[in-house]
């Protein structure tokens, strides 16, 4: 298993914090290090051991032998770019965001010689934030997509794949554009729904509501800004999945108003005959 | 709390099942009685002790003082219809089906004298059917929505709140059009949302689904059979309800297709409020 001196994390929400927490129990880091800039997020971790040090500035990052990007999206390529020079030959630079292609594109032969930049974007999450409802086990057997670009080292490459197998994940290395056309659907686009249909109940009707719509519309509760940042990065696959989802509500639309039972009860039986054979139902 | 001699329940699925389950454990009734075609679901029912008797045909129904028909809702007036000659005067018959103004009007003027109908909808369920997961708990808080028409028998429809409260739910009078309109909204369409969703995930990317998509879409794995008879119910508020929902999607298109990100985080932030504000999260 992989053993490193010092890792850095910058941004100690829900991912940094469960990050550091695993690293902390599998013994994966000697030293464990969290960029925050906010006090008490430093404070708390600092008290409950979760970290070993608590700077407030990118900076502080430096030192590490892998840093791990747990800031929004449309932060992560400016803070490596920030970070690189600072940092010293053979450090590993990763990330978690849930968008590739333009974080890769935007570091693609930009970084100083010996520093490496592989994306990664572990399929683990929840409507919640804040280092608070971290857990070392939120990786725990789940997948996480490494996405090398063309000039992508392979020796850091398949570090990032050590590093994540280390902390309990499963690994598997995608193109940037596939993994952002693929979770554009798998994921951005079930937010997107789960907000529109949040969206749409009136408030007389909320106290009608049981676990189905509450299931459903789980992810509305997600942050505004981040997923704002993460739609917009995902634009035009995102564009895409909905058209996708237009198509087939029009479909149902079309069962339903022509009161055609079969063709309405197929399209039901399709979405059944997918989610039954999605794994850990 | 309630007591009655007799108990029968039409149809042994999760629903009727766990309402003879509910019954039993808080001595709601003597003697319960479930009617179902299936010889394994009458058989294993008998040998369990959830029924003392259980008849495959409609009549064995029509010794109840209170018979709760749990069938698919596209048979339930037929079945009232069939049953209610059978049943003795002061009978109460009930129901737990999703839709409920195509029900209630079928029935309206057309039971004989002492024999009352008050439509009734337990907001409780799951995408897993059948007897074998019936819970004595399912109905515990459980908001149960009663539907009288304007010929309902006061003295049936206060007897209908007594039943469903003493297995455990609170109870809400509403008029039929109203609950179906509703649950158009918080029902219906999230169900054929999340059918839909599932339905456009194209094999290769399914391993890359997380807990996000399976929330959203856990509903479309329910019996295309029976959802396909509850949208058909309950068409013209479905299709509003899936209009309403359109608009929505189409306020989200726009305000990503132009990038305007206050508008589109806006958006996010109206979901997550009404999502925050559902009680039981």
Redesign the interface.
């Known amino acids: 298993m992989m053993k490193i001196h010092t890792l850095s994390v910058v941004g100690v929400g829900l991912l940094g914090g469960s990050i550091a927490l695993a690293a902390r129990l599998r013994h994966v880091a000697q030293r464990i290090v969290g960029v925050d800039r906010n006090p008490a997020v430093r404070e708390r971790a600092l008290r409950n051991g979760l970290l070993d040090e608590a700077p407030p500035d990118l900076a502080g990052a430096a030192g590490g032998d892998v840093v791990v990007f747990c800031t929004p999206v449309d932060c992560i390529a400016e803070q490596v770019l920030a970070l690189a020079p600072l940092c010293r030959p053979g450090v590993l630079l990763t990330d978690v965001g849930s968008t590739k292609a333009h974080i890769v594109a935007a570091l693609e032969g930009r970084l100083p010689a010996g520093v490496h930049f592989v994306g990664s974007h572990p399929?683990?999450?929840?409507e919640k934030h804040g280092a608070e409802h971290a857990r070392a086990d939120l990786l725990d057997g789940?997948?996480v997509?490494v996405t090398p670009a063309a000039s992508t080292d392979g020796g850091a490459l398949a570090r990032a794949g050590e590093f994540w197998r280390a902390l309990g994940g499963r690994v598997e290395s995608m193109d940037p554009g596939e993994h952002d056309r693929?979770?554009a659907?798998?994921?951005h686009?079930?937010?997107?729904?789960?907000?529109?249909?949040?969206?749409?109940?009136?408030a007389e009707?909320?106290?009608?509501?049981?676990?189905?719509?509450?299931?459903?519309?789980?992810?509305?509760?997600?942050n505004?800004?981040l997923?704002?940042a993460i739609?917009?990065a995902n634009?035009a696959a995102?564009?895409e999945a909905?058209d996708?989802?237009?198509?087939?509500?029009e479909r149902?639309?079309q069962a339903?108003?022509g009161?055609e039972?079969e063709r309405?009860?197929g399209?039901?039986?399709?979405?059944?005959q997918?989610?039954?054979?999605?794994?850990?139902?």
């Open positions: 399929l683990a999450g929840s789940r997948l997509v693929a979770l659907l798998t994921s686009l079930p937010h997107l729904v789960a907000s529109a249909l949040a969206g749409v109940l009136p009707w909320q106290h009608l509501t049981a676990t189905g719509f509450r299931d459903t519309t789980r992810l509305a509760a997600g505004p800004g997923w704002t739609l917009c634009q995102v564009l909905l996708r989802l237009g198509g087939q509500l149902f639309r339903l108003a009161g039972r309405l009860e399209l039901l039986r399709q979405g059944k997918v989610r039954d054979g999605l794994a850990g139902r």
